[in-house]
Structure formats: C-alpha cells, structure tokens
Nanobody, 115 residues
Framework: QVQLVESGGGLVQPGGSLRLSCVAS????????IRWYRQAPGKQRELVAT???????NYSDSVKGRFTISRVNAKKSVYLQMNSLKPEDTAVYYC?????????WGQGTQVTVSS
C-alpha cells in the first residue's frame, strides 16, 4: 500500500533553517509528482511546493526564494529545504501524492518557528 513518512520537523528560531524529508513506498515513485502541504492551527491546508523533477518545480508565493523542494528517485525520497524561516511558517507539514482517484498523505511533521 502507498505510504509516505515525513521527518525533520522541530523548533527553530526565526531566520533559521530546517530540512524536511519524505520517504515513499508502495507505488512507482519516479512516475508521480510529489507535493508538500502545510496546515497551521485554525487554517486550511495549503500547497507549499511541488516537484515533478529537479528542474520542474513550483512554489507558493509565500515560500518562493526561501524553500527548495527536491527529489532523489533512487531513494524514493523528497526533501524540503526551508531557509529564512518566519513565525508564519509554523504549521504541520505533510507530504502528498495523488494517484488516481485519490490523494495520499503522510502523518505530518510539526515545524515551529519561534524565539
């Protein structure tokens, strides 16, 4: 079955960096776009970044220039390098893949940006 397992979250000060990882199993990893979403308390889940290949990526305006998404197909892994973190980046971050006809989600990893 499809599984996505995130790791790498934690507490970081404003301006700091974190690197999130997502390890996938149960599907042909290289054939699918992988996405990172986040959900802050009391807010809707929002799309942060998408990777199809390392030269085909997309970012939300709120993270563009600060976050970098990448993938290593041989490791069935996707990464989210987050730099210049802000308090408003505080959220649970989820790895996602859409395999017709449904979305699959990991359990999420908490990122807290606070001094």
């Amino acid at each position: 079955q499809v599984q996505l397992v995130e790791s790498g979250g934690g507490l970081v000060q404003p301006g700091g960096s974190l690197r999130l990882s997502c390890v996938a199993s149960g599907f042909t990893f290289s054939s699918y776009a992988i996405r990172w979403y986040r959900q802050a308390p009391g807010k809707q889940r929002e799309l942060v970044a998408t990777v199809i290949s390392d030269d085909n990526t997309n970012y939300s305006d709120s993270v563009k220039g600060r976050f970098t998404i990448s993938r290593v197909n041989a490791k069935k892994s996707v990464y989210l390098q987050m730099n210049s973190l802000k308090p408003e980046d505080t959220a649970v971050y989820y790895c996602n893949v859409f395999i017709w006809p449904r979305n699959y989600w990991g359990q999420g990893t908490q990122v807290t940006v606070s001094s």
